[in-house]
């Protein structure tokens, strides 16, 4: 055999498809492990690694375009990572047992290993998707194009954001910051239902009144008609622009039915359901970010965390298995960590688990804590996001290793920034 087929047939075929953030670290992974090996990267847009926590800031004209593309152009990845890049290209089935992708256009295309980073979409209930059209989404850069155009053109006098949690708080912060009066509604009982205390939420909610955006919660969206929300308790909302902001689901119907060679399907839940490697139950088919679930620390069961710096982490720990160096993703916590109006919004942990709660408040900031048999299972910060970092930390540090304790370091830390010595000692379990 002559050396340049060798070489042919003893690399490795990388196949990655999206590149978002954990296709794109997924990547870079590979390359500093494998110089050699041929990695190809199928993504449905032209666009280079978006980020969509900075999607609201361009629909409102606070960011550029090139803000929004946090690791540079494409044509500068793909030369410092040798990427073969098929963009605009969408992936629409993966053939496990074939070892092959399956293209919208109906080309196959083969691989040894691939990466599943496909990430997640905007939630359309069925009930809406005749009204399609009717209303913005926030998830993409199109997204994100659509609202602002619109912005841009149409003399926007008012506006209704449906959803009151991440994406929905900063879309109802484009129309805050523009004077623009704003309606938020959503389903549940209050403010980020999934990781405020309802006290925390009721204080946020107080906040934002005060600021004149208009709250309905407990309101279920029958139907979106042209310019009008119709609720399903009768009531309707006139609007120039409506935002719909409930939710994501993972892109996963490209491994739906696919079978490996022995007939084993890939397990899908809410996501792909991947390892501590982030390899799927199928070897060589791995997948990262949005689009996959994978540990939770604080239940030991897999769900899907959908975080700019877990999908990240995850994306790195796939890059990295895939070019044969071992490498473990532990898991993760739920949390969220939003800047809305100028204020600090920071949840840790799942808060639906039960415990105690004790309150404690600093001068600009309110700390709640949520335990359990002296540890902590969860916690609510308003005001103070610098604070975060160590806490997340010793959290996810307890639920790794069954405990943990605050540096003095740390201590130092927490009281420079004001925590009372209560709480610290509450959290600390004991000083190291
Ligand atoms: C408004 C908003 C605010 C947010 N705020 C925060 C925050 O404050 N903190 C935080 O940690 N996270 C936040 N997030 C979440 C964070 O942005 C995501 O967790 C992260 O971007 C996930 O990265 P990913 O690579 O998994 O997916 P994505 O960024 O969704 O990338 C997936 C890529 O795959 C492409 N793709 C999909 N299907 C196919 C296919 N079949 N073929 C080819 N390509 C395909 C997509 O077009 C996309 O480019 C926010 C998200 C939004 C929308």
Redesign the pocket.
């Known amino acids: 055999m002559f050396d340049k087929e060798k070489e042919m047939t003893e690399m490795k075929n990388y196949a990655i ?8 670290h997924a990547a870079k992974a590979i390359r500093k492990n494998d110089p050699d090996g041929r990695i190809v990267v ?4 032209a ?1 280079p ?5 900075l ?2 800031y361009y629909a409102s004209d606070a960011l550029p375009l090139e803000g929004t593309f946090p690791f540079g152009s494409m044509e500068e990845i793909v030369k410092d990572f040798q990427l073969e890049l098929h963009s605009e ?4 089935h993966v053939d496990a047992a074939k070892k092959e992708i399956e293209l919208a256009d109906g080309t196959r295309k083969r691989f040894d290993s691939i990466l599943v ?6 939630v359309v209930p069925a009930s809406l998707t005749e009204n399609a059209g009717r209303f913005f989404l ?3 850069l199109k997204d994100a194009q659509n609202l602002r155009n619109h912005i841009e053109k149409e003399n926007v006098k008012s506006a209704v954001v449906i959803g009151a949690s ?2 929905g708080i ?2 109802a912060e484009i129309f805050y910051r523009k004077g623009i009066p704003t309606t938020l509604i959503d389903g549940a009982s209050g403010l980020f239902p999934l990781a405020a205390y309802p006290d925390v939420a009721a204080m946020m909610q107080a906040k934002l009144n005060d600021l004149k955006i208009a709250q309905i919660y407990n309101a279920q969206v029958a139907a979106i008609r042209s310019n009008t929300v119709e609720l399903s308790d009768g009531r309707t909302l006139e609007a120039d622009c409506i935002c719909l ?1 409930i939710g ?1 689901h993972a ?1 996963i ?2 491994v739906a039915n696919t079978k490996a060679v022995e007939g084993t399907e890939i397990k899908i839940g809410k996501g792909i359901i991947v390892n501590e490697q982030m390899q799927t139950n199928v070897p060589g088919i791995f997948a ?4 996959c679930e994978g540990k939770n620390l604080q239940t030991g069961e897999t769900s899907v965390i ?7 982490a ?2 790195e720990c796939a890059g990295k298995n895939m070019a044969g160096k071992e490498a473990v993703y532990y898991g993760n916590i739920l949390h ?4 809305f109006m100028d204020m600090d919004f920071i949840s840790l942990g799942d808060i639906s688990l039960p415990g105690e709660h004790r309150r404690f408040t600093g001068k600009d900031f309110l700390v709640e804590v949520c335990m359990d048999a002296g540890r902590l299972n969860s916690i609510n910060i308003f005001g103070q996001y610098r604070i975060s970092g160590i806490l997340k930390s010793h959290l996810t540090k307890r639920l790794l290793h069954g405990e943990s304790t605050l540096t003095p370091a740390q201590r130092g830390m927490l009281l420079a920034e004001g925590l009372p010595a209560e709480l610290i000692n509450l959290l600390g379990d004991k000083e190291s």
């Not at 199928?42 to 847009?45: K, V």
């Not at 990262?288 to 689009?291: I, P, Q, R, S």
């Not at 969220?336 to 800047?339: A, P, S």
Request: charged content about 10%; hydrophobic content about 35%; aromatic content about 8%.
């Open positions: 498809i999206g590149f978002g953030c954990a296709g794109y199928y993504s449905d847009t666009d690694p978006f980020n969509p926590m999607s609201t290209t969408e992936a629409v980073a496909t990430g997640a979409s905007a926030m998830r993409t991440m994406a900063k879309t902001c994501v892109n119907q490209l990262a970010g949005d689009c959908g975080l700019w710096a877990n999908a990240g995850q994306g969220n960590i939003t800047h």
